[in-house]
């Protein structure tokens, strides 16, 4: 880890700190690694201002959350261990909705504020995903905080949890799925069970 990476954490840090003594709704740090929660409730992701691959701007809880349910994903560039399965599910979940003629959002967040949008890019061309696919990356300062309130560490190790969320058609995070039990036909039978009205 760069010490100007560890730098931008200790600013996203600060950041997340003031936000919770301003005012902001927060929910308490939790002992763990950089940045996680642990969460006594769904959790509320904050909002940021994120890029996609192709350099446009996204405000997560506006353009990714919302309308139709979503499922989101992690992933890190070089990371040959966990975001490999991870990545490829996202895949074959894309395939089945495909084949069902049913309709989610499929939106994948880097864990590294490091990775770019072309650096990001080029790890998504490795997989040739569908076009249904988002994948997103920001600003340390927006995209460590949104990590934090899904529960997710940020970093640049291998050794970083795998899970999926499910949001519903209100932008309510309504499951978290582990990579202890998830499969891609059951990530798209909690997906299309979110969906429901």
């Known amino acids: 880890m760069t010490s100007a990476w560890v730098s931008r954490a200790f600013a996203a840090a600060l950041h997340v700190t003031a936000a919770?003594?301003?005012?902001?709704p927060s929910q308490p740090v939790a002992a763990g690694?950089?940045?996680?929660r642990t969460f006594g409730a769904a959790p509320a992701p904050v909002d940021a201002k994120l890029r996609d691959i192709h350099g446009r701007t996204w405000e997560f809880r506006r353009n990714a959350l919302g309308g139709t349910a979503t499922l989101v994903s992690f992933t890190l560039v070089g990371c040959v261990k966990l975001c490999p399965v991870s990545d490829h599910y996202m895949n074959l979940v894309e395939d089945l909705l495909r084949s069902s003629g049913r309709e989610a959002r499929l939106v994948t967040l880097t864990i590294n504020p490091d990775d770019r949008s072309e650096e990001l890019r080029r790890h998504v061309d490795q997989f040739a995903p569908g076009t249904n696919r988002v994948f997103l990356t920001?600003?340390?300062?927006?995209?460590v905080p949104l990590l934090d309130s899904l529960g997710m560490p940020a970093g640049t190790t291998d050794d970083h949890p795998l899970f999926f969320l499910i949001f519903d058609r209100s932008g309510r995070?309504?499951?978290r799925i582990s990579e202890a039990?998830?499969?891609p036909e059951l990530l798209l039978d909690a997906v299309l069970a979110a969906d429901r009205p």
Do not use: D, K, N
Request: net charge negative; no cysteine.
């Open 20 to 24: 919770v003594f301003s005012g902001l």
């Open 33 to 36: 690694p950089l940045f996680s």
């Open 138 to 143: 920001g600003e340390i300062l927006e995209l």
């Open 173 to 175: 995070m309504v499951r």
């Open 181 to 183: 039990t998830a499969s």
